[in-house]
């Protein structure tokens, strides 16, 4: 079965696709974390993690959760403030306001 | 039962609301987090910067919220996003019990780093 894709149901996939990403992430970031308890482990986990990649990465992580945030409020506001009457105005405010931070923090990170 | 003319937040379904309302905390604790993680390059990386921040009772409490509420939410949407496809009794409950398993394996991981961190040398 196939649904057609308004402009808001691209933000309904966007929405599932972050979450099961930062989903993917907290349990590896707890693992991870857990390493804490014996410095040298830490060390060297926090070694790799310097990794160019690892950091375009991490670069990716924070838009992901900035989408995922943003669009998070954004159905709070349709289910609670009426929001729905104007939810493809915040779709909009959503993704370039993403897009903004991303950029931002892009240059934050590697300027 | 029908709901139409109640609201989707009026239908009494406990998993629908209690997702908003953890993810309006969650909203607020990762900007925190975010603040108090990578504030400065050492605040997030330096093991004795960090060992010293969680030693702070309410800092370990902010993050036990976070880890209990961060793994419901994520979990709780992957669940629900499972729902959405049709398969067999067997198999859903199959899933759950891995999703449930995974959640309170990692939930107790992340509770017993924060409760029994050494303390900096």
């Known amino acids: 079965m196939r649904y057609v894709k308004h402009y808001g149901t691209w933000g309904y996939i966007l929405h599932r696709l972050s979450g099961l990403a930062l989903t993917g992430y907290i349990l590896i970031h707890i693992y991870l974390v857990s390493g804490l308890h014996n410095r040298p482990v830490w060390d060297q986990e926090m070694q790799i993690f310097r990794h160019p990649a690892l950091m375009v990465l991490e670069w990716f992580l924070f838009s992901v959760v900035v989408y995922h945030s943003l669009n998070g409020l954004r159905i709070f506001m349709i289910d609670y403030f009426n929001g729905a009457r104007y939810q493809k105005q915040l779709l909009t405010g959503v993704l370039v306001l993403s897009v903004i931070l991303f950029a931002g923090m892009g240059a934050i990170m590697f300027l | ?121």
């Open chain 2, 1 to 121: 039962m029908s709901f139409k003319f109640e609201g989707a937040s009026k239908s009494g379904s406990f998993g629908w609301y209690f997702q908003r309302v953890t993810g309006v905390v969650l909203f607020i604790q990762v900007l925190a987090h975010f603040y108090i993680a990578h504030r400065t390059w050492d605040a997030g990386h330096d093991w004795p910067t960090i060992i010293a921040r969680l030693s702070n009772p309410y800092m370990q409490m902010f993050y036990l919220v976070f880890v209990a509420l961060g793994l419901y939410h994520g979990l709780n949407g992957l669940w629900s996003i499972i729902r959405d496809y049709h398969m067999s009794e067997g198999r859903r409950q199959f899933i759950f019990g891995v999703i449930v398993t995974v959640g309170v394996f990692i939930g107790v991981l992340g509770f017993i780093t924060m409760l029994t961190l050494p303390s900096v040398q």
